[in-house]
T-cell receptor
Framework: GENVEQHPSTLSVQEGDSAVIKCTYS??????FPWYKQELGKRPQLIID?????GEKKDQRIAVTLNKTAKHFSLHITETQPEDSAVYFC???????????FGTGTSLTVIP | KAGVTQTPRYLIKTRGQQVTLSCSPI?????VSWYQQTPGQGLQFLFE???????NKGNFPGRFSGRQFSNSRSEMNVSTLELGDSALYLC????????????FGEGSRLTVL
């Protein structure tokens, strides 16, 4: 089955700096890669996703890049703000009703 | 549109007991999946149901089971509880595309003593 690895497990940045979280996957058939944000005590929520036919996607301060050859994808958050503090999970799926495989999460702390 | 609803939100059980958790998906969503969340382990997939059929199953022992009803509501059951079953159990529903966003409930936090 698929194996998704996520690094780092914890990340602290100063407010205004950028944060990068990286994930690797093993199944070359995976074609959908979402990122979820889970604030303390709340449910995970989708913040951005990318499909295998796209190399990069951006939404305001958040961007995701995908390298299919190397089987890795990354989340980039620019101009970080305290409200970006949360746990971020990457995931991979083959789509079409197949299950999602999640990384172990990155706890991001933005220091004011 | 109401979100994914999970009940109960919190429960405490003792070893050897069994527990049933319930999940009501977003109206119109036919796919419901269950995840176990523990510190350091992330979200581990338990199983996924679509139109009352289990479509995918994760690597959990047979003590973990589930089902889905005709109204898409789903239940999961854990029998013979162990201390290691203490976790947040998240349910997620998915819409018609089946390739897109998972909508999570707030979870059921199970503590096994």
């Amino acid at each position: 089955g698929e194996n998704v690895e996520q690094h780092p497990s914890t990340l602290s940045v100063q407010e205004g700096d950028s944060a990068v979280i990286k994930c690797t996957y093993s199944d070359s058939a995976s074609n959908y890669f979402p990122w979820y944000k889970q604030e303390l005590g709340k449910r995970p929520q989708l913040i951005i996703d990318i499909r295998s036919n796209v190399g990069e996607k951006k939404d305001q301060r958040i961007a995701v890049t995908l390298n299919k050859t190397a089987k890795h994808f990354s989340l980039h958050i620019t101009e970080t703000q305290p409200e970006d503090s949360a746990v971020y999970f990457c995931a991979a799926s083959r789509g079409g009703g197949n299950q999602f495989y999640f990384g172990t999460g990155t706890s991001l702390t933005v220091i004011p | 549109k109401a979100g994914v609803t999970q009940t109960p939100r919190y429960l405490i059980k003792t070893r050897g007991q069994q527990v049933t958790l319930s999940c009501s998906p977003i109206s119109g969503h036919r796919s419901v999946s269950w995840y176990q969340q523990t510190p350091g382990q992330g979200l581990q997939f338990l199983f996924e149901y679509f139109s009352e059929t289990q479509r995918n199953k994760g690597n959990f022992p047979g003590r973990f089971s589930g089902r889905q009803f005709s109204n898409s509501r789903s239940e999961m059951n854990v029998s013979t509880l162990e201390l290691g079953d203490s976790a947040l159990y998240l349910c997620a529903s998915q819409g018609f595309s089946n390739t897109g966003e998972l909508f999570f409930g707030e979870g059921s936090r199970l503590t096994v003593l």
